[in-house]
């Protein structure tokens, strides 16, 4: 369960500096696609055909029974509204990463002291938004353009060294009342702090709870002695 300490307010959308993507039909990959499917009003297809055959389950080769819902919420401008900001950071994000999350930021309290986890990607947000692993977004099929891992970046940060974070991102400097302000009285054997931030301008600070416990984690840590900067895949954990 994540549930909030205090939350900074969302920056203004950044849209991804990249060519236009020509309308093609999100089963086919066909140009001028035609009809537009009636639920989400953003996927676009050129026959009755292809919107059938992508309407079924992705292990039939099909996905937007999978992603209709998401690609109604991005519509065609591919950013979050601010509602969804945070369950998509729930759901999509620190579910999938929790089994590397705690682990890492007990091993890094054990040594450091108190902190938090900076956990970071060159993506934005709404990249994270599908369940599959980037095979579209509301834009339709992935273009070479656009491919790649969906990636974050994890550092643990004590919070004396917070001053260093802000000399490489002045952004983040406002964050610092609301994560010494969640410090207080927070028990590091149960909860993990984190600020997260996305390349669409989302920042927050959030509060998520140790899976496994805190000694249990400090066994599997073993594996991470020495690092201080962890790069993962969502889609390979």
């Given at each position: 369960m994540l549930y909030p300490s205090t939350d900074l307010p969302a920056a203004p959308p950044r849209h991804d500096?990249?060519?236009?993507?020509?309308e093609q039909c999100y089963r086919c990959g066909a140009r001028g696609p035609k009809l537009v499917c009636p639920r989400c009003k953003v996927a676009?297809?050129?026959?009755?055909?292809?919107y059938k055959l992508d309407w079924k389950r992705p292990e039939k080769g099909g996905f937007h029974k999978l992603n209709c819902g998401t690609y109604s919420l991005l519509t065609r401008s591919n950013t979050l509204p601010p509602a969804s900001l945070r369950p998509t950071v729930e759901a999509s994000v620190l579910n999938r990463v929790r089994m590397y999350l705690s682990p890492i930021a007990c091993l890094h309290h054990s040594l450091k002291g108190p902190?938090?986890?900076?956990?970071?990607?060159?993506h934005p947000l709404a990249a994270f938004a599908f369940p599959g692993p980037g095979l579209r977004d509301a834009h339709g099929p992935v273009h070479a353009s656009r491919a790649g891992s969906r990636s974050?970046?994890?550092?643990?940060?004590?919070i004396g060294e917070f001053p260093q974070l802000t000399r490489d991102d002045f952004e983040v400097?406002?964050?610092?009342p609301h994560l010494t302000g969640a410090?207080?009285?927070?028990?590091?054997r149960e909860h993990v702090l984190l600020l997260v931030k996305f390349r669409c301008g989302f920042l927050g600070v959030l509060k998520t709870v140790v899976v496994?416990?805190?000694?249990?984690?400090?066994?599997l840590a073993e594996d991470y002695k020495g690092q201080e900067t962890y790069q993962l895949d969502i889609d390979d954990v």
């Amino acid at each position: 369960m994540l549930y909030p300490s205090t939350d900074l307010p969302a920056a203004p959308p950044r849209h991804d500096a990249r060519p236009p993507v020509p309308e093609q039909c999100y089963r086919c990959g066909a140009r001028g696609p035609k009809l537009v499917c009636p639920r989400c009003k953003v996927a676009r297809y050129c026959n009755q055909e292809c919107y059938k055959l992508d309407w079924k389950r992705p292990e039939k080769g099909g996905f937007h029974k999978l992603n209709c819902g998401t690609y109604s919420l991005l519509t065609r401008s591919n950013t979050l509204p601010p509602a969804s900001l945070r369950p998509t950071v729930e759901a999509s994000v620190l579910n999938r990463v929790r089994m590397y999350l705690s682990p890492i930021a007990c091993l890094h309290h054990s040594l450091k002291g108190p902190g938090f986890v900076y956990l970071q990607s060159p993506h934005p947000l709404a990249a994270f938004a599908f369940p599959g692993p980037g095979l579209r977004d509301a834009h339709g099929p992935v273009h070479a353009s656009r491919a790649g891992s969906r990636s974050l970046v994890l550092t643990y940060v004590p919070i004396g060294e917070f001053p260093q974070l802000t000399r490489d991102d002045f952004e983040v400097a406002e964050a610092l009342p609301h994560l010494t302000g969640a410090l207080k009285g927070m028990d590091p054997r149960e909860h993990v702090l984190l600020l997260v931030k996305f390349r669409c301008g989302f920042l927050g600070v959030l509060k998520t709870v140790v899976v496994l416990g805190y000694d249990v984690c400090l066994k599997l840590a073993e594996d991470y002695k020495g690092q201080e900067t962890y790069q993962l895949d969502i889609d390979d954990v």
